[in-house]
């Protein structure tokens, strides 16, 4: 891949498109900032080669031309600083306009020295970001002389400051950053040449969002272990009651070809023996650790219980690799997050070489605190997945475009 390396950005004008889509909490604070200390060797490339850098970034989802305080990168660009750790060189459009390229922003721009950091507003507060319109990339364009794509968890939606952008640069004057280059050398390195066995585990809510990637995976994997909401579609389609389980019935074919495949080429597929069920969907509910054959009819499995948490640790035992994509169970509730913390601790434990992608995966394995003992936790959620289906992503295809 062409990256920033590649290219020659000494003394130039670089806009990167970063993605500083960060969780936050309910009082607005940053629970989690590793995107935006990930795009900072790039940065901190940019800086010693005497660039003025511009960043850009989307944020959640805007209503767009309408300035809302909680979808401004203004908090963003306070923990930037923070963590460049220069001082009085970062400069935020701070017009609170509802738009990106306004008036502040250029005059911010113009009086850039070297050195000089300017992060935009929210790209999704024009509305031509999302639209991929021509018309914006053009103007964002007039950010920057080399064009930079840092921004791996936004590479798989075709947006402009993704893909029309491109455009507007020539081949020589554009390029992945680090944290792109490094996210999409992992996970095909780890595709093509895993060393076995080779476990993935599945989870999140359902199976119509990684039906690809399961057939994908069972292509490569030695063993692999589904759980979360969409492994009620499983035991339901193997003649389970599952009561008020999450299940896709237009997929119990699909989940049936997905375990046929596996059988057929001799992969090992693991199911929870055991659920955590409730009859309502709610914190103070009565719970039961039942087998997952004794869900009662108007109850619902809402994460795995504690024999399979036992299960799955074993199947881990002898792995050499293991990609990890989708909680165990609702673990967004602490009744129901057992499973998946509970999966983190076993995941780290391992000698194994260990992928975490997906937004809610590394967000678990932050909970448990164990980000740390993992080899690489993907920041791109929707992105990961494409590679694990085996896709091109759409930023990196408008990248490497002639
Ligand atoms: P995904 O975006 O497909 O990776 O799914 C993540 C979501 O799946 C999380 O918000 C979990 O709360 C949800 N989830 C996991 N297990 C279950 C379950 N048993 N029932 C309903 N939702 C679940």
């Not at 670089?14 to 960060?22: K, P, Q």
Request: charged share 30%.
């Amino acid at each position: 891949m062409h990256t920033i390396k590649d290219i020659n950005i000494d003394g130039k004008t670089i806009f990167i498109r970063c993605d500083f889509n960060v969780p936050k909490d309910e009082f607005g604070n940053i629970t989690d900032d590793r995107r935006i200390r990930a795009a900072l060797p790039t940065i901190r490339y940019c800086i010693d080669r005497g660039c003025k850098i511009v960043l850009a970034s989307h944020f959640e989802r805007p209503t767009a031309g309408v300035f809302t305080p909680e979808h401004s990168l203004e908090d963003v660009a306070k923990r930037l600083d923070t963590l460049l750790k220069i001082k009085n060189r970062l400069y935020f459009d701070d017009s609170k306009s509802g738009a990106v390229i306004t008036p502040r922003a250029k005059e911010l721009y113009e009086n850039m020295n070297c050195g000089d950091i300017l992060l935009l507003e929210n790209l999704r507060f024009d509305k031509g970001e999302t639209e991929n319109s021509q018309e914006f990339a053009k103007e964002l364009s007039q950010f920057g002389e080399i064009y930079i794509n840092d921004a791996f968890g936004a590479c798989h939606r075709k947006h402009a400051s993704i893909d029309a952008i491109t455009k507007f640069y020539k081949k020589d004057k554009r390029a992945a950053g680090f944290l792109l280059a490094k996210e999409v050398t992992f996970f095909s390195k780890i595709l093509k040449e895993p060393a076995r066995p080779f476990v993935a585990i599945v989870g999140g809510s359902k199976v119509s969002g990684k039906l690809q990637a399961l057939h994908k995976l069972i292509d490569s994997v030695d063993k692999i272990i589904i759980g979360g909401g969409m492994a009620f579609t499983f035991l339901k389609q193997m003649g389970y009651e599952v009561g008020n389980s999450l299940v896709e019935d237009d997929l119990l074919e699909e989940a049936q070809l997905v375990m046929d495949k596996a059988k057929a080429k001799g992969i090992k597929l693991y199911l929870p023996v055991d659920v955590v069920a409730a009859a309502e969907f709610k914190e103070n509910s009565i719970i039961k650790y039942l087998p997952s054959q004794e869900i009662p009819k108007n109850w619902m499995g809402l994460d795995i219980g504690p024999a399979s948490s036992r299960l799955f640790r074993e199947v881990l035992n002898d792995a050499q690799t293991i990609i990890w994509n989708g909680p165990m169970g609702v673990y967004e509730m602490d009744k129901f997050a057992k499973g998946s913390i509970k999966m983190s601790h076993h995941v780290a434990d391992t000698h194994a070489t260990t992928i975490v992608g997906g937004g809610d995966t590394a967000d678990v394995v932050a909970r448990a605190g164990d980000i740390d003992e993992m080899t690489f936790v993907s920041t791109g959620g929707g992105a990961s997945l494409k590679l694990l289906e085996g896709e091109r992503l759409p930023g990196i295809i408008a990248l490497e475009a002639e």
